[in-house]
């Protein structure tokens, strides 16, 4: 191969990127081929991709649309007064006829559990921050109509345990749900 045959050769396999036609490169995306320089290409896991291919794509468990929160919420509003009245009702049970000291406690567990569970299904088993704020918020919702049907069917008020146990209660639901 003679002088003139290698500089041909070597004009040709010159590539300017796509995006800074006057820069020079010898890169390309690994999925549309475009060449890319160095200030253009992104790292991804398979190689190295341009700017258009290479934008990230949020995960679809993760990924929640307004109609789910919406659904989210709903559920949740169920779970808060459901479960206010079902822990009331065992707080006075437990008052009235069994005597066995913080056992209304326990419920919070149960309540955040339960909470955390029918929210995740509801929402096709997403999961994301809003919709542990929203369980969270919906086993506090049910202490908090727990303790008014409590104060108003004159039974008595609710200890710092209790509050140790609804906090249990929120961390269960929100682990369900995070």
């Known amino acids: 191969m003679n002088q003139s045959q290698q500089e041909e050769l070597s004009q040709e396999s010159v590539n300017y ?12 995306c690994s999925q549309c081929a475009k060449s890319v320089c160095i200030n253009c290409m992104v790292q991804a896991p398979v190689g190295i991709r341009c700017r258009e291919c290479g934008k990230s794509v949020k995960m679809p468990t993760y990924d929640i649309q307004r109609g789910y929160y919406a659904r989210a919420v709903g559920v949740g509003a169920g779970v808060a007064i459901g479960g206010g009245l079902m ?13 066995f000291p913080y056992f209304a406690s326990l419920i919070g567990v149960a309540i955040g559990y339960g909470a955390g569970e029918l929210i995740s299904r509801s929402v096709n088993r997403k999961r994301g921050t809003g919709l542990a704020w929203i369980a969270g918020f ?10 008014r049907l409590a104060l108003f069917l ?25």
């Open 154 to 178: 004159g039974l008595p008020s609710f200890g710092p345990l209790v509050l140790l146990f609804v906090g249990f209660g929120v961390y269960t639901a929100v682990k369900r749900v995070r």
């Open 17 to 28: 990127c796509y995006w800074h036609p006057d820069v020079e490169t010898g890169l390309s």
């Open 138 to 147: 919906s086993v506090v919702g049910a202490f908090w109509v727990s303790w």
């Open 87 to 99: 822990w009331a009702l065992v707080n006075f049970v437990n008052f009235n006829f069994i005597g």
